[in-house]
């Protein structure tokens, strides 16, 4: 029963300091939506959507997807005739980049540092567009669409306005809740048991190899098949209860701004006909080659600065 209770407490616990992020947030940026803000946001992007082999309105699902969520990018690119290739760059840079207020809020309150969050998430978005539009000569074929975004009514006046920014920010914390609360509970009958050190041992060779200690592991899993939002609640009892330093909680964020949620956010993509196989290696390869880059130049600097300290 005791164990029950700590992960209910902790599951509470969790889902009131994420709410306080989520909340605000989503009432926020859906209000913005029916202001002039967005359509202000997107013609502004617009002149720079070519360097990424995109054209013009193509900045409208980038726009909705930043400022709201995977769905919302989806929908927007539902509503535009693309190529091929023009549809798997948006979902490539969708794929590192998509719900920042509220995953840069997550990321900030797990102590990872406001400037990493927005050069790693925009730096890699960016990036691969460039790359990929570099690297693929084909794709020019008019993409075929595997299923119709529903029609959302239209609020009509600032009172609907306002009302359906609370409806979604209020559904947005409970659906965190029936997530946050089973598995805070799940988790603590794993410690209890002593199941989550074995499983750190058992995964203690891959988390060496991107330079994250032992005991970051779970923060790793969590975000790899929840996601940052969601898997936040396991990253910040990890921050304060497992003694997950801020050097492996910023290098596992840095891991699973490539690739998290690996199996929703690639097959959320499957009606766009978007090829799902070279975007999870895409996303997967990424999160390897930079956290294993950054863990070297971080070990580095620290190694230098030691033997400054020595000199001395």
Request: contains cysteine.
């Amino acid at each position: 029963m005791g164990t029950l209770k700590r992960g209910l407490l902790a599951g509470l616990k969790t889902t009131w300091t994420l709410s306080k992020v989520i909340f605000p947030i989503t009432l926020i940026v859906v209000i913005l939506q029916y202001t002039p803000i967005l359509p202000w946001i997107i013609d502004l992007i617009s002149p720079f959507m070519g360097l990424l082999g995109l054209r013009g309105e193509a900045a409208i699902p980038l726009v909705l997807g930043n400022a709201l969520n995977l769905y919302a990018g989806i929908a927007g690119i539902l509503s535009l005739d693309l190529t091929v290739k023009e549809v798997f760059i948006l979902a490539t840079m969708l794929s590192f980049s998509h719900n920042i207020f509220i995953e840069t809020g997550v990321a900030l309150r797990v102590g990872v540092k406001l400037w990493v969050v927005l050069v790693v998430r925009f730096g890699l978005a960016i990036l691969s567009a460039m790359v990929i539009n570099l690297v693929w000569q084909g794709g020019g074929e008019i993409a075929k669409y595997g299923a119709i975004a529903s029609a959302e009514k239209i609020p009509d006046g600032w009172g609907e306005i306002i009302l359906l920014g609370l409806q979604k920010a209020t559904f947005g914390v409970l659906q965190l809740a029936l997530i946050v609360i089973p598995l805070m509970i799940i988790i603590q009958v794993l410690k209890d048991r002593n199941y989550l050190q074995k499983f750190s041992e058992k995964i203690a060779p891959f988390t060496k190899v991107i330079g994250i200690q032992q005991n970051a592991s779970l923060t790793l899993v969590a975000g790899l098949t929840i996601g940052l939002a969601y898997g936040a609640g396991v990253m910040i009892q990890a921050v304060q209860e497992d003694g997950v330093s801020k050097k492996d909680a910023t290098l596992a964020f840095i891991f699973l701004v490539a690739c998290h949620a690996v199996v929703e956010d690639t097959l959320i993509f499957l009606p766009l006909g978007v090829p799902i196989l070279p975007l999870f290696l895409i996303r997967l390869a990424t999160a390897f080659i930079l956290t294993i880059i950054v863990a070297y130049i971080w070990r580095r600097v620290e190694q230098r600065k030691q033997e400054e300290v020595v000199t001395l």
